[in-house]
């Protein structure tokens, strides 16, 4: 199987600017999260979605927005750049398993540069 | 929220010298599981750990969960040069993880 696939690998944009970044999942996982990670604050977790629906939420504000496709394909947004969102965005499926923690298979992350 | 603390924050060793990384919760932890960055690379799952006092090893490898399920560890006995990365410990569950702050390993000749 594929694994996890992200576009665009490498992104930069300026302060103010918005961003979409792309991450299709492990044919047959329905489940997809999204992390960010940067030196200062570690992998920290934004969002996941499973069929559609955005099941878990961390805590960045409403800035950072999401969603699935009916392929399972999810795409993530960031409005109104601040340089402090440079930093490499995980995407990460998962098969979800009734009763189950389930191991999280990550893409190779889209590296943001805000300037 | 849940936090998990790692150390040591960095670790440089000889090759051929053991390895331990720890992680540390003031709660019970659900799960713990292991993941290994490489330099340049994304997180790569290793393990998964739920019951109290569980120990799992992978080849040089050893994987335990505290009794009170609110610490871990992972041991790498006589390192490798392809040992080298950040390893983390993770814990949640929905697919929502809250991550350690990881323990940096170089491995040199």
């Known amino acids: 199987k594929a694994g996890v696939t992200q576009t665009p690998r490498y992104l930069i944009k300026t302060r103010g600017q918005q961003v979409t970044l792309s991450c299709s999942p492990i044919?047959?996982?329905?489940?997809v999260s999204w992390y960010q990670q940067t030196p200062g604050q570690g992998l920290q977790f934004l969002f996941e979605?499973?069929?559609?629906?955005?099941?878990n939420k961390g805590n960045f504000p409403g800035r950072f927005s999401g969603r699935q496709f009916s392929n399972s394909r999810s795409e993530m947004n960031v409005s109104t750049l601040e340089l402090g969102d440079s930093a490499l965005y995980l995407c990460?499926?998962?098969?979800?398993?009734?009763?189950?923690?389930?191991?999280?298979?990550f893409g190779p992350g889209t590296r943001l540069t805000v300037l | 929220g849940q936090q998990v603390m790692q150390i040591p924050q960095y670790q440089h060793v000889q090759e051929g010298e053991d390895f331990t990384t720890y992680c540390n919760s003031s709660?019970?932890?659900?799960?713990i599981q292991w993941y290994k960055q490489r330099p340049g690379g994304h997180p790569v799952f290793l393990i998964q750990?739920?019951?109290?006092?569980e120990v799992k090893k992978q080849k040089r490898l050893t994987f335990q969960f505290g009794e009170a399920k609110k610490n871990s560890s992972l041991h790498i006995t006589a390192t490798q040069t392809t040992d080298v990365g950040t390893y983390f410990c993770?814990?949640?569950?929905?697919?929502?993880?809250?991550f350690g702050t990881g323990t940096q390993l170089k491995v040199e000749l």
């Open positions: 979605y499973f069929s559609e629906t955005q099941r």
């Open positions: 993770a814990t949640g569950g929905g697919n929502k993880l809250t």
């Open positions: 990460a499926s998962s098969p979800t398993l009734a009763g189950a923690y389930n191991e999280q298979f």
């Open positions: 750990l739920v019951k109290s006092g």
């Open positions: 709660t019970t932890l659900s799960n």
């Open positions: 044919s047959g996982h329905r489940s």
